[in-house]
C-alpha cells in the first residue's frame, strides 16, 4: 500500500506553529500531564505532526520509537496505563528523526503500519515544491502563483458587472497578468452565497470571447462547473480548469481535462450556493475537508486526469471560524501531496474581523494571502493582483526568497525594474 492510501486510512496530519504556546495548546489537547507539557514544550519545532486516535498501546509504542529516534511524542497521560480507549499523539522532531520514526513504525501491529507510512509520506513532503505544468510549460512552485479573478458576469460579490464586456474584461486580464498574475481565472456564474444558477449558453457567450482573445498571450484558468463550458474553453486556449463543485455538478468534466491534458482545480463546497452559508456543521473541519478532497482526487484521477489542484473552498459552507481553522489547518491539506489553492479575496470573513465592506477589505485580503503562502498555499486566488505581488515580494525578499517560479524564471514576482527604489525612507 502507498503512503498515500495509509494517509487515507489513518488520520496524520502535519500542523506548523509559531510559538511555543501554539504547541502547548495542542498538547493540552491531547491531553498530556501538566509537567510532561513544560518539559516537551522545550522540544518544540515549528513544524510537527498530529496523529489522531491511536489505540493506547500503539500510542506507547510511538512515544518509544519518537524517543529512540531524539524527537518526541506528546500523548495522553493515561495512555501508559492503558486506561484510555484511544489517545492522539503530537510528534515534534526534525524532519530527520520523524522519518525515522516513520520506518521505524512502518510494519508493527496495533494499526502502526499505516501510522508509519502516512508518516513518512507526509514528512517526505516537508520542504517539496510541487510542479504544476501549464500548456507544456512546468512551473516549480517555491512560491505561490497568482492567479487574477476576472468576473465577466453582472453579480459577483466583489467585481460583478465591471467587466461585462469583452474588450474591457481583455483588457483587466492582460493587466493583471502584467502584475504579476501567472493566471487569469475568468468565470461566467456567480457563486456568491444566493447566485442565480447561469444557463449553458449564457456562460459560454460570457466567457469564450474572452478566453479566445486573452489566452495567445496569458494563462487561463476557467472557473465554471460545467463540463460544455470547460470544453468550449479549451478549445479557445484555456490553460487549466477551476470548477467549485469537484465535479459534484457535472461529472464528465474531469474527462474534460484529462483528454484535454489540463490541470483541473478541485474545491471544497458544503451544500450549493443557494444555501451553502444557511447553517454549515462541521465536527473536524479540517479533518472533513481533507478527506473529500482526498476523495474527489481519487475519482478525478481515476477518470484520467493528470494533475490536480485542491482547494478548502473559502466562504463555501463555512462560518468565521470554519474559515479561519481551514487557513490555519493549510499544512494538512498540503500533506494530501497536490498544490493546495486559497481563494480568500475579500471575502466575508475579512469583513467579519475588519468590520469593512468589499471595496475595504484589501489590508485584510493581503494578511490573508501572506499567511495561507507561509502556510503553504501555491495558487492564490486574487482580485488586487498588483497589491498582492507587491506584499509577497517584500516578505520574500525578507526570507531571502530568491527562487524563481518558472522553469526560465517567468511568472514570478520579482522587483520590477527602475522602481520604487528612490530615496524614500
Ligand atoms: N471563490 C469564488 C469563485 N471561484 N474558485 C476557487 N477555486 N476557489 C475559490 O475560493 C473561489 C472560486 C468566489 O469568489 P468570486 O469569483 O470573487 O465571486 P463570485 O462567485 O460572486 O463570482
Known amino acids: 500500500m502507498s503512503g498515500e492510501d495509509a494517509a487515507a486510512r489513518v488520520d496524520v496530519r502535519t500542523v506548523i506553529f509559531d510559538t511555543p504556546a501554539q504547541a502547548r495548546a495542542l498538547m493540552a489537547a491531547v491531553g498530556v500531564a501538566a509537567g510532561g507539557v513544560e518539559i516537551m514544550a522545550a522540544k518544540f519545532t ?5 496523529v489522531k486516535g491511536l489505540h493506547p498501546v500503539a500510542a506507547n509504542i510511538v512515544k518509544q520509537a519518537a524517543l529512540s529516534a531524539g524527537g518526541e511524542a506528546a500523548v495522553n497521560r493515561d495512555a501508559v496505563s492503558c486506561r484510555v ?3 492522539d499523539a503530537l510528534l515534534f522532531g526534525t524532519q530527520k528523526q520523524l522519518a525515522a520514526v516513520g520506518r521505524k513504525l512502518t510494519g508493527q501491529a496495533f494499526g502502526l ?4 507510512r502516512a508518516i513518512t509520506a507526509a514528512v517526505g513532503r516537508w520542504g517539496a515544491a510541487p510542479v504544476l505544468t501549464l500548456r507544456g510549460k512546468p512551473y516549480q512552485l517555491t512560491r505561490p502563483l497568482l492567479m487574477g479573478i476576472l468576473n465577466v458576469t453582472p453579480d459577483s460579490f466583489a467585481d460583478g458587472g465591471r467587466y461585462v464586456g469583452v474588450a474591457k474584461a481583455v483588457r483587466r486580464g492582460r493587466e493583471m497578468a502584467e502584475q504579476g498574475a501567472t493566471l487569469v481565472d475568468v468565470g461566467g456564474e456567480s457563486t456568491r452565497p444566493g447566485a442565480a444558477a447561469v444557463g449553458v449558453e449564457d456562460e459560454l457567450e460570457r466567457i469564450v470571447p474572452v478566453v479566445e482573445q486573452l489566452a495567445p498571450d496569458v494563462l487561463v484558468s476557467v472557473d465554471t462547473r460545467k463540463a460544455a463550458v470547460a470544453q468550449a474553453a479549451a478549445d479557445a486556449g484555456a490553460a487549466m480548469v477551476n470548477d467549485v463543485s469537484a465535479g459534484r455538478d457535472d461529472s464528465s468534466i474531469a474527462r474534460v481535462c484529462a483528454r484535454a491534458g489540463l490541470p483541473y482545480v478541485i474545491m471544497h463546497m458544503q451544500g450549493k450556493p443557494a444555501d451553502m452559508q444557511d447553517d ?15 476523495a474527489r482526487a481519487a475519482w478525478a484521477e481515476a477518470e484520467g486526469v493528470k494533475q490536480l489542484v485542491v482547494d478548502p473552498g473559502i466562504g463555501f459552507g463555512k462560518t468565521l471560524e470554519h474559515n479561519l ?9 498540503c500533506d494530501l501531496g497536490y ?14 474581523l475588519t468590520g469593512e465592506e468589499v471595496e475595504g477589505r484589501l489590508a485584510g485580503s493581503l494578511a490573508a494571502a501572506l499567511e495561507a503562502a507561509r502556510r503553504g498555499a501555491r495558487l492564490l486566488r486574487v482580485h488586487d493582483v498588483k497589491e498582492t505581488a507587491e506584499a509577497l515580494r517584500v516578505v520574500e525578499a525578507i526570507r531571502g526568497v530568491t527562487a524563481s517560479v518558472g ?3 517567468a511568472g514570478g514576482v520579482s522587483a520590477p525594474p527602475g522602481r520604487g527604489a528612490g530615496p524614500s525612507p
Not at 515549528?46 to 498530529?50: D, Q, T
Not at 454549515?280 to 482526498?294: H, I, M, N, W
Not at 498544490?339 to 467579519?352: D, E, M, N, Q, T
Open 46 to 50: 515549528a513544524r510537527a505532526l498530529y
Open 85 to 87: 480507549p484511544a489517545s
Open 113 to 116: 503500519d499505516d501510522v508509519g
Open 280 to 294: 454549515p456543521r462541521y465536527d473536524d473541519v479540517v479533518g472533513e475537508v481533507r478527506s473529500f478532497l482526498a
Open 325 to 333: 481553522a481551514l487557513l490555519n489547518g493549510l499544512p494538512a491539506l
Open 339 to 352: 498544490p493546495v489553492l486559497v481563494g480568500h479575496s475579500r471575502k466575508r470573513f475579512i469583513g467579519a
Open 407 to 409: 522553469e526560465d524564471g
